[in-house]
C-alpha cells in the first residue's frame, strides 16, 4: 500500500458466480478482489500489453537526503542537502527524505487505519465513491474513468485545506464514511498536517537550490491545498499480465509519497525503467508537472508495477 500527498447513489449489482468477474448495470467490471481471485483468469480489462510490463532489477539510487541538519539550521548540513535536491532534480526530480520529523508511529498509524476502510465490504465502499469529476472518495480499478489497461488497485483520496484551522479531514470521514470513522479522520489531519510541515521544507530546499530566497516558494504555497492519496494493490494470480498503477507523471508541483516494505515504485529515465528502493525512514520526494517551470527540473515518469502481495 502507498499513502501519497495529491458516485452516483445507486447500488450496483453484483454477479457472485465464481467463473465469472464480476459487473455493473452498465456490463463494467467492478473491482472486487475477493470475488475475481476466485477466476482462474484474468479478465481482458485487467490485462496490459506486454510491451508495457517491464520487470526491471536495477535501482535508480537516487539521493537520500537527511534533513535533520537543514531544519536545525547547520550550514554544512545544509549545503549537502541542496547539493544533493539539485543533482536529483536535475536528472529526474526523485530523491528520498529522512529525519525529516514526521513520527513513525502516526505513519504506523495512518497505514492501520487506511486498512479498515479497504477491508469494508465492496457495498459499503461504493457508498463513499468518487463522483464523476471530482477527487475525494474511494475508486476502484479507476473503471471509472477507463475501460481497458485497468490497474490492479483500489484508492482513497481526500483533500486537505493548508491554513484551514478546521478539521476538514475529520469532518470529511464522518460525514463520508460515517461516525465510526471518525478517529481515522483524526488520525489523518495530523499525518496531513504533517506533510504540510514536510513540503514547506522541500520547497525551502528547492528555493535554495535555484538560488532564489529560501522563503520563496514556502510563501507561495503555504496557504495551498493538496490531495491525500492511499493506494491498495490488492494480490493477484494473475499478477505477471497487470500493472499496479500504469507510466504517468504527476501533474502537481509536489509528491511526498511513503511506501511499505513490498516496493514497486520504478522512474523512466534515458529510455529506462529504474526501481526505487522502499525506506521505512524515509519518504519519497518527486517534482511534479507544474514544477518543471524551474530551469534544472526535466520530466520524470514513475509506475508501480504490481507485486503479489498487499502493498501501500
Not at 480489462?45 to 541538519?69: A, M, R, S, Y
Not at 478517529?183 to 489531519?189: A, D, S
Request: proline content about 6%; hydrophobic content about 35%.
Amino acid at each position: 500500500m502507498s499513502l501519497s500527498v495529491l458516485m452516483d447513489s445507486s447500488s450496483p449489482t453484483i454477479l457472485l458466480h465464481p467463473s465469472i468477474e464480476p459487473r455493473d448495470e452498465t456490463g463494467s467490471v467492478l473491482f472486487d478482489p475477493s470475488k475475481l481471485q476466485k477466476q482462474s483468469s484474468l479478465p481482458s480489462e485487467f490485462i496490459w500489453p506486454c510491451g508495457d510490463l517491464v520487470h526491471t532489477q536495477e535501482e535508480l539510487n537516487e539521493p537520500l537526503i537527511d534533513l535533520g541538519g537543514f531544519i536545525k539550521g547547520d550550514e554544512e548540513a545544509t549545503a549537502h542537502a541542496v547539493d544533493l535536491v539539485k543533482t536529483a532534480c536535475s536528472k529526474h526530480g526523485f530523491f528520498q527524505v529522512t529525519n525529516h520529523g514526521v513520527d513513525s508511529n502516526l505513519i504506523q498509524a495512518a497505514y492501520q487505519e487506511i486498512d479498515a476502510v479497504f477491508k469494508l465490504p465492496l457495498n459499503k465502499k461504493l457508498g463513499f465513491q468518487r463522483k464523476p469529476g471530482g477527487f475525494s472518495g474511494y475508486s476502484a480499478a479507476h473503471a471509472d474513468r477507463f475501460s481497458a489497461k485497468l490497474p490492479w488497485k483500489e484508492t482513497f483520496s481526500f483533500g486537505y485545506q493548508g491554513l484551514n484551522s478546521d478539521p476538514s479531514v475529520v469532518h470529511y470521514f464522518s460525514s463520508a464514511l460515517g461516525e465510526d470513522f471518525e478517529h481515522t479522520g483524526r488520525i489523518f489531519q495530523k499525518y496531513c498536517e504533517k506533510m504540510r510541515e514536510l513540503s514547506l521544507v522541500i520547497f525551502e530546499l528547492l528555493a535554495i537550490s535555484l538560488g532564489i530566497d529560501r522563503l520563496h516558494y514556502r510563501k507561495f504555497f503555504e496557504d495551498g491545498n493538496s490531495i491525500m492519496r492511499c493506494n491498495y494493490y490488492p494480490p493477484c494470480n494473475n499478477s505477471g499480465l497487470t500493472l499496479g498503477t500504469g507510466p504517468h507523471s504527476d501533474p502537481t508541483s509536489l509528491t511526498i509519497l511513503h511506501q511499505d516494505q513490498v516496493g514497486g515504485l520504478e522512474v523512466f529515465i534515458n529510455n529506462k525503467w529504474y526501481a526505487v528502493r522502499p525506506r521505512q525512514d524515509a519518504f519519497v520526494i518527486n517534482i511534479g508537472d507544474t514544477f518543471m517551470v524551474s530551469p534544472f527540473c526535466c520530466i520524470s515518469i514513475s509506475t508501480t508495477n504490481l507485486k503479489p502481495v498487499k502493498s501501500y
